[in-house]
């Protein structure tokens, strides 16, 4: 053997144990094992090629194998990810945040699942209401991932089955309401919809943390017949405003003539006032009342 086939030999030694290194630490029993049986036969069988006076073919695949197998059994988890592997097509366990090692050469595959919270713009759904009101809803949906094995298993494509399941959802429930209810009440709604919607994924591993409706349009002509409901409302309010008025002017003046009956002078202090009110406008004719108690004195004069 020539020095460089030993220092070649011992590097790619090194690489193996290395990696046989990081197995332990991280605990993967089957996976020191199957690097130490793989190392020890590649080590011996490329020591063993490598007995002649100069480099064969052999030789140098057995050099190339562990730069092919070694650096893809790398799996780095995100902190925010979990990894499901499968092995040999059966579910084997979940990966932690971190430097994982796998099987190659397809032996295990792993499928990366993202943990944060999910945002789906529910798109534009055209709802008849309880009354016959069609109405265009607008609704955005929370969600995340509680368990990565079940996101997996259960479901092709969780994102796309969440969506398409909170649009069947938002049109049943909301037909279920009358148009005054859904403008009035948007936060009960949301939370009906966040309840059904949980209850509908939790199979798929999927917590539905929110359900929020953004915007409810009508029609033009329903718009029309709101305003004008509207109005007529504003124009009732204000008929029954300016009558309590006068029911209470009516009252406080109903009032006065009690007080008025007992003390008849005061009618004529009443007079004066009314005449010094009117004289502030100079262009203003001013009929003066004949009191009553004026002409009962004439009479009692002409009796005498």
Known sequence: MTGIFYTLWAMALVWWV????????????????????VGGLWSLGTFIAGSGEFFSPAIFVLFVIPVLILPPMVRIIIQYERGVLFRLGKLKAILDPGLNLVFPLGIDVVRKMDLRTFTIDVPQQEV???DNVPVLVDAVVYFSVFDPILAVTKVENYVKSTS???QTILRSVLGQHELDEMLQKRA???????????EATDPWGIKVTAVEIK??????TMKRAIARQAEAERERRAKIISAEGEYQSSEKLAQAAAVIATQPAALQLRYMQTLTEIAVEKNSTILFPLPMELLRFFEAVKKD
Request: no cysteine.
């Open 128 to 130: 008849i209401t309880k």
């Open 215 to 220: 915007a409810v349009e009508l029609a033009e």
């Open 18 to 37: 290395l990696w046989a290194g990081i197995a332990l630490a991280k605990k993967a029993i089957p996976m020191l094992v199957f690097l130490i049986v």
């Open 164 to 166: 398409l399941l909170s």
């Open 188 to 198: 009960e709604l949301g939370i009906m919809l966040q309840k059904l919607l949980d």
